[in-house]
């Protein structure tokens, strides 16, 4: 099974959430299934060089805007499985990854030079496996190309959804001039009297994942939706969800190299270690016993803040510290700065990216924050699990796929969740956590169910494989 996995960020190369987490790490575990992966993905001039292992192509020819336009691929082993990387200053050397006028411009050479790239490889890949808007692209041309027979003509598409609300729109008046000639292969991209590259890789692949089954359920209906919800209704034979996992070489609180000391659920005398050196870090009062409370996000509606704005006071009364690491829209960015300016010896925050940082909250706080409005599958509740970091999360999407509520009856359980997207029921299981706190041995056992979980990638990458040999059977 040879498999083309196209992202537009996978660490160690780019990353600016979980796609990057996740796109560094399945190519590497579909490899150990024996899958022949290979990573596609654009060359930034935020990569670091040493990455890169050599120049394979100077001159690989690519159709665009009715001309030609000659471009570099370097090729790298750094994310555990083969890596093409196309440089493109004009497009991909801007210093971020997303944001610009002509994003859709920028994705759309992308998935145009790993076709050509797959065409100079000289065998066509079984599968090209794309992920969100920027990946949309390549399945459309896929598609369009079918009737001519061709290089690709065998291969089938798989269109992973990791966010359904960022669908790559742009002005439908491009889509002549980006190639789409009119007809079906520029209708797949309408919606709503704009071109979404999303959809038209929903509309084009032969099948679409997304990143938990609770997600896979909840996109098919208007609130979830973001206006696709008729789509992955029509498309729901076609639909599957696959929960993401966990790359324990890079999340392991007993090796993790970003950590001051190290653990396990067995001795978890290093994570005190590790909140006292965050505390110092963030110039907090050295009071290990009170409960740290983390956020590590990007600071947008998604993910719940504006029921945290209405409930930090209650929770910083109820005697808990905050950290907070995180960029984004400018009043979350605001709402932290005033919370820390009123409580300066309570509240910490970085404002910016930071992954040793992100390693270092996971291991240094209790409690894990997230109550997101919709969560596709979210990866920091898991590694909180693994770091002896017991979540918080609204039971939505993934994070109801991966949190289990405490019960302190049984003992069972990871976590603790509520159901309404609202402050009250935030607040109720806060207290809930902040009450167990208090309790050294039940809290121990919350935090080993969690740090028992096992969520590496080999049975996720399974499932994939399963799902590529499916799509010849369509
Ligand atoms: P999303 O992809 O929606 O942002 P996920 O939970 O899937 O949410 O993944 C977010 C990833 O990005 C995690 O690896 C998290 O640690 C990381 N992250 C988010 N914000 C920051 C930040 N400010 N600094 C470092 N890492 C961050
Ligand atoms: C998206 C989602 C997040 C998911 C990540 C990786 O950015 O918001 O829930 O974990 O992709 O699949």
Redesign the pocket.
Known sequence: MRVAFLSSEAVPFAKT???G??AGALPKALVAEGVDATLIHPLYDTTDRALLRERVFDNLEVDWLGGRRTVSVYLSYAAGAPAFLIDAPEYFARGKVYGFPDDHYRFAFFGRAALALLGRLGQAPDVIHGNDWPSGFAAAWVRAGRPWGGFLANTRTLMSI??LAYQGLFDPGDLYRLGFKGGEESNVFLSNGAASSLKAGLMTSDAVST?SPRYSFEIQGPEQGHGLDWLMRQRRDRLVGIT?GVDYDAWDPATDPHLPAHYTADDLSGKRACKLELLRRFGLPEEPGRPVIASISRLVA?KGFDLVRQVAWQVLEAGAAFVSLGSGESEYEGFFQRLKDSAPHRVAIYRGFSEPLAHQIEAGADIFLMPSLF?????NQMYSMRYGTVPVVRAT??LDDTVEQFDPETGEGTGFKFGPYDARALLGEVREALHWYTRPEVWRRIQRNGMAVDNSWGAAARKYVRVYHALFDL
């Open positions: 959430g979980g796609l987490d996740v990791h966010n990143v993401n998604q969560e596709p599958c979210g990866l999407g993934g």
